[in-house]
């Protein structure tokens, strides 16, 4: 059963649901097994409630884009990210899954009887993973909870079941070197995390200062990945839902998001809109959203890059979201992971004064491309 739930975890990148599971059927006693049984059933059937039914989104997973402004907001994600991750027309149910999984561990924890330290380590583990990626939702925040720890936790979660499953005939010396090895893990990966995305929280501290004096807007522009599969591309407008662009033929006048979504279905070929560029003295921050139509699974966003004769840097922080301009409804699935923001810094910049292109590498599809923007010849300017 272990096994079976462990395999499932990480193949929808559940974030907990399952392998948490695996807790209920090595901790309940065994007369209890059938209301275990049933329990795990319950809390499965909700998760995939919560995910929707086609194996694609099960697969992929989905994204959040809502930002936190709030405590309460805080919690709903920090207990949503137990539950499993979620797009955002589920995230209340998720949270719910969350917040039943949260209460079973603590109450296992300080049930009365002495506790396994490696249940407590665990516990802890996930309880300040679920605050750290929530954090990751502040204004402006780029997102944590699915770059890294998307996949260690679900890796520690399995591994932690196995080991739980022989805890009982594990010798006591070794139980605790498997307990503080289980810690010395959980610390680790919170310092990894921190060091990761700390200058996002600068950056982001700097934004919520004064954004209008601190950072200059460079605007937006569209790209595609060779000439030869586009003849123009013209941003008329900063906001997307009202360009005009000419690919491969195929003219379209999108005015509305709606609009945007079936336009871009009849393009061929690649397509990268920024929405922002924004920099200051340390760092250039950039939004917007990009995928490949032509390919099959269309391709979506797996890292940014800045590129100039003097070489490429890669940026850090990528976090892939829903566009928000498009409703939750009646949107096209193929920019359900399109959308893309980084941090990079310009320390890093190869050449002072140098022309930078944007790049943003897709991935997930059959062959990995890259889209560029056009050139950005004044990132030396505050």
């Not at 999984?101 to 490696?118: Q, S």
């Not at 139980?175 to 610390?187: C, E």
């Not at 061929?268 to 921050?285: D, H, I, M």
Request: overall charge positive; proline content about 3%; charged content about 15%.
């Amino acid at each position: 059963v272990s096994v079976l739930l462990g395999v499932l975890a990480t193949l929808t990148q559940a974030n907990g649901v399952f392998a948490l599971l695996c807790l209920l059927f090595i901790w309940l006693n065994q007369r209890r097994f059938t209301a275990a049984a049933f329990g795990a059933v319950v809390f499965a059937g909700m998760f995939f409630w919560a995910h929707g039914s086609t194996v694609e989104r099960l697969l992929h997973g989905t994204q959040q884009s809502t930002a936190v402004v709030s405590l309460w907001q805080y919690l709903v994600y920090a207990l949503s990210f137990i539950g499993g991750a979620a797009s955002e027309e589920s995230l209340w149910r998720t949270a719910c899954v969350g917040a039943i999984i949260a209460a079973l561990l603590l109450e296992l924890v300080c049930e009365g009887r002495k506790t396994a330290p490696a249940l407590s380590a665990f516990a802890l583990f996930l309880l300040l993973t679920a605050a750290v990626n929530a954090l990751g939702r502040a204004p402006m925040g780029l997102d944590l909870a699915y770059t890294t720890s998307r996949y260690a936790l679900v890796s520690l979660m399995c591994f932690i079941t196995a080991m739980l499953s022989v805890w009982r005939r594990t010798p006591q010396k070794r139980r605790t070197a498997v307990a503080f090895g289980l810690i010395g893990i959980s610390a680790v990966y919170l310092l990894l995390s921190y060091s990761y995305f700390e200058p996002q929280f600068g950056l982001r501290k700097e934004l919520l200062q004064d954004s209008r004096r601190t950072w200059t807007e460079f605007g937006g522009g569209l790209a595609h990945p060779s000439p030869e599969h586009a003849k123009a591309i013209l941003l008329k407008s900063a906001e997307l839902g009202i360009f005009t662009f000419e690919a491969s033929g195929v003219k379209a006048s999108l005015q509305k998001p709606l609009a945007l979504t079936k336009g871009i279905r009849s393009a061929r070929g690649g397509v990268l809109a920024v929405e922002q560029f924004l920099s200051n003295e340390k760092y250039l921050w950039v939004r917007g959203w990009a995928f490949d139509a032509s390919s099959t699974p269309v391709c979506t966003p797996q890292a940014v890059v800045l590129n100039s004769e003097g070489g490429g840097i890669a940026a850090f922080g990528l976090e892939r979201r829903l566009r928000p301009d498009v409703s939750r409804h009646h949107r096209d699935s193929r920019l359900d992971q399109s959308g893309f923001s980084a941090l990079i810094d310009r320390r890093r910049l190869p050449v002072s004064g140098a022309d930078l292109r944007l790049g943003v590498v897709l991935g997930g599809c059959k062959d990995d491309k890259v889209l560029y923007s056009k050139t950005v010849n004044h990132v030396d300017q505050n």
